[in-house]
């Protein structure tokens, strides 16, 4: 479910190359990205998702929250989507505005997908790279730890937490980042067994740099390719991975929402014939996720200048 | 739905001996009614999650209850209506201080493979059930049952050989009390008090409850056991009374998923299943023979936590009562869960036997008014627009109990500015965070053990275990304690019910209503049982 | 490669072991004991319960004898919730149905998403390759418990075809939409990394001189590409198979097969402290035993890789 990486390897050594080629790399890249017509529209479709999520609220007629009573019990025929009645998506189950909880639920799901990721990305890069930096031992022993918790059942564990100790946005942040750093962190080691051995890194051990300084100032800067790739295709695998724990019923705390929330109450009503419920949430989960997989997959080739 | 019970039948042994022969082939007709009798005859019906146990001290769940009252049968059955009918104990006499009951057994019962149901079989599955050694979660239910010596051997300071149960000879069943219960014969139709089969259980130890090893004096044997996938119990040719039992083979299928169950009902794999909340009206105008609504013994509230040290607001009945009253209970039965629940605005279930719903002043208010009033209350107490209450809502994990929770919040907040959190927790930590006062208001939810209006209102008692508002009330435990002995209660239910009304420790909300789906040809189901315990043996698909 | 395959399963060890400890705290710590019910236990039955799972002795005393019984006896204790039952009962009923339909989903996965991807690559830009790439998206996308519903509305409510749910022992009517359910999203992501991947191979060198030579492209992809294609979707299967064992908890729920996925989800809710650890011991072995038997194919299949 994670991104290949084999495939974001491949980025680190096409970052390699462009160190010899200098800074022509990113304006390199631009111009690859942008001659990718998917990855554009893609961007473009990620930039509508996101003000979808940012000012849907402003058009909304209702609060996400409010209840229409008059509604509950009746949406097979007046919770309809309709511009008249200012339910552009119709009604939920419980009779609330299925747009104001879609543009929501779109946010959160972004936010829970973007920092989820973030979360990943930041500690398995700190993580790898300080591993890959001191190298021997310590490196041998933080790699371990990575092999072990690999191959700890993560989802269950998180089940687990979630039940336990009642679930929260922050517990999933924590949950999700928890899974998805290992692999980060095995690839940013990688990387940066090559890049230590680079002139300016010895240049700074050599004038007597602090170590924590030389991985925040020199490595982890020349890991950014790999980290960018790595985080754009991780965010939809959040996001899918929050409708999961939505499924269970261990997500977000009503009445806030997410995606995977409404596409779960939705698919529980298709069959009654409420196919609204289930569109719209599913429409921008779809998308989104489409979205960013294009997006992820343009900037891996066009940071890898290898011919494809 | 007109079946009558079978005690009619048992009289006459002759006709269910010639009846009984007819069922073999598919044209027979019901020895009663004298409808004709489909040739498939099997019920299959949807459970919701694996019984813990099917073992019947050990079991604890009301669809493990559903699978026992096929597998085993206690001393006495309930009819279509809820009343008593003789299952293993033909009858009993009861001493001048109601203390010590005296069961005479009928002396045809038999076992599954063939042996005598005596009254030493009772005794064994009662002393096992309260034995420390089985350590059942049930075992409480002996207590409740007052049965001499109960406490002590459950607490493991007397033997299991001295509770007040005994079997005088193979068909006399003596059983002491500590106290007079009126309702205590109607109690032995639960699962905990079934006889068990002492050689098996011995045998095989935990494993006697596999198929193969479990030997039952019920209508129906144990044949197939997947957990979390079905259970198949099939007709068992030793029962006492197998001659008027029509269905086969009753199964029943595990589906977590009430959307899925319904799906698999309509498509012709079930005959029985939940109708899921809010769609019966859908259901009952496309299958009005098949969506059925019936009073459920149970009832729907909110709590408060009115412990030391809980929120300084809710302590003030003026405010709950604003909370009670912005409630409009009609469009929670009507628009949320709309399968024929009634609004609450007492504890008791209306249709608890014996019960006049007593007048609440709120009750015959229009919403319009209660509002008003409500609102008044809480201006009062010194709430308004700039100076929101705020509380919290827990409740456990469902879909139902999520839709209610948040039309309750909705009409909190635009009636009185209220604003609620809502917490939904897993089924385990809400339990732990009520009894541990670990909320400001949580839902609740209560079931009648036996069909009499003390059932509900006990738990409005000072020292009740399962008060977890912890509502303090002298008045209200001196007429409970006053009622047990009452020749006739209900104004001492009266009087309580107004002390709810008044103080609202509690909010009722709605009354349950068993709302589900039944194949058009299955008939014999007890719909008028109140507490719905239904028995396949009088159950019978007739020819389409 | 022997040292490494002993190495690997000398960490296994240790790994199960934190695995046990880390759980077994989890739960320790957890509000909510596996007894409570609607009515609170009287204390002296709540007492006979504890002493009979041993959970009224220390801490220490309780996870020590677990991890012994578990390693002697393999014998994983009572469970708490199932009373007729114990776990390795609630194990052999559930494993077997979770292994099988996964077993099959995995294959299904392997060899669709394989076909479907170098298809795709060798016809690069027509209408197979939009076709397997838009297929193999939006398989990707449609979570399986929106799949789940909508495979029982066509093929049990609709067409009528196949049974909606129960596992009957694994007859194939049982196997089929639990199979479609699970397979997809795998499928699709196998299709789309050997598409790349193929993609790739397909520009190298070798495969260009091969082609030069005028061997037949069939033979070409056979003989020269396949394996270097194979590579990374190697590595992909092991996360792909736990997301299946991790997946079969949507499965049962919806097709009530009675695999462990919906035991687990169970007994975390009811606090089923034995069959939560059970199960989570048993699938962290077989993520190792996996990722180890990944980790050989690999270096069987690459050259390059030296242990």
Known sequence: MFPNRAAVESVGEAAQLAEVKGRSLWADARTRFFRNKAAVASLIMLGLVAAFALFGGFIAQYETDFVNFSLIGSNAYLGVPSLETGHYFGTDSNGRDLFARTVQGTGISLMVGIVGALVAVIVGTLYGATAGYYGGRIDGLMMRIVDVLMSIPFMFVLILMLVIFGRSIFMLFLGIGLISWLDMARIARGQTLTIKNKEFVEVAVATGVRPIKIILRHIVPNLLGIVIVYATLLVPNMIIFESFISFLGLGVQEPATSLGALINEGSRTMQFGYHWQIAFPLFFFVVTIFAFFFVGDGLRDALDPKDR | MTLKTKLLATTSALLIATSGALYADGHATHPETGEPLASDQTFTYRDLDESPSIDPGLAEDSAGGDILRDLFEGLYNQDATGNLVPGVALSHEVSDDNLVYTFTLRDNAKWSNGDTVTAGDFEYAWKRAASPELASPYSWFIELMALENAPEVIGGDLDPSELGVTAIDDTTLEVRLTQPLPYFPQMLTHFTTFPVHQATVEEFGTDWTKPGNMVSNGAYMLTEHVPQEKLVRERNEMYWDNANTIIEKVTSLVINDENVALTRYLAGELDRTDVPAGQFPRLAAEYPEQAVSVPLACSYYYMFNLRDGAPEEIQNPDVRRALSLAIDRDIIVENVLAGGQQPAYTFTHWATAGFETPDIPKASMTQAERNAMAQELMTGAGFGPDNPLEIDLVYNTSDSHKSVAIAISQMWKQTLGVETTLANQEWQTFLEARSNGDFEVARGGWCADYNEASTFLDLMQSESGYNDSKYVNPDVDALLAEAKTADNAQANYDQVEMFIAQDAPIIPIYHYASVKMFAENLEGWPYENFQQNWYSKDLYKIAE | ?307
């Open chain 3, 1 to 307: 490669m022997l040292s490494f395959v002993i190495r690997r399963l000398a960490v296994a060890v240790p790994t199960l072991l934190i695995l046990v400890v880390l759980s077994f705290i989890l739960m320790y710590s957890a509000p909510g004991g596996p007894f409570n019910s609607e009515r609170p236990l009287p204390p002296e039955v709540l007492a006979n319960i504890e002493a009979k799972y041993g959970l009224d002795q220390p801490f220490w005393q309780q996870i020590v004898n677990y991890v012994w019984s578990v390693v002697t006896a393999f014998d994983f204790g009572p469970s708490f919730q199932y009373k007729d039952r114990t776990v390795n009962d609630v194990i052999a009923q559930g494993f077997p149905v979770t292994l099988t339909y996964g077993f099959w989903s995995f294959v299904v996965a392997v060899t669709v998403g394989v076909s479907l991807g170098v298809a795709a690559a060798i016809k690069q830009n027509s209408w197979l390759d939009y076709l397997a790439v838009g297929v193999s998206i939006g398989a990707q996308v449609l979570p399986n418990f929106v799949m789940a519903p909508i495979l029982l509305l066509i093929f049990t409510l609709w067409l009528g075809w196949l049974p909606g749910g129960g596992w009957s022992g694994g007859q194939w009517q049982y196997l089929i939409m639990p199979v479609i359910a699970l397979s997809t999203s795998y499928m699709a992501s196998i299709a789309r990394i050997t598409r790349s991947s193929m993609l790739e191979v397909l520009n190298t060198n070798f495969i260009r001189t091969a082609q030069a030579k005028g061997l037949p492209m069939r033979r070409v992809i056979w003989r020269h590409a396949m394996k270097p294609t194979i590579l990374p979707v190697l590595s992909y299967l092991g996360p792909a198979f736990v997301g299946m064992i991790t997946g079969s908890v949507v499965i049962d729920v919806f097709f009530s097969t009675g695999g462990i996925g919906q035991f687990f989800v169970n007994s975390a809710f009811n606090r089923d402290y034995s069959v939560i650890m059970g199960i989570t011991i048993l699938v962290g072995a077989l993520t190792i035993f996996f990722n180890l038997v990944v980790d050989v194919l690999y270096a069987w299949i690459d050259p390059k890789i030296r242990y």
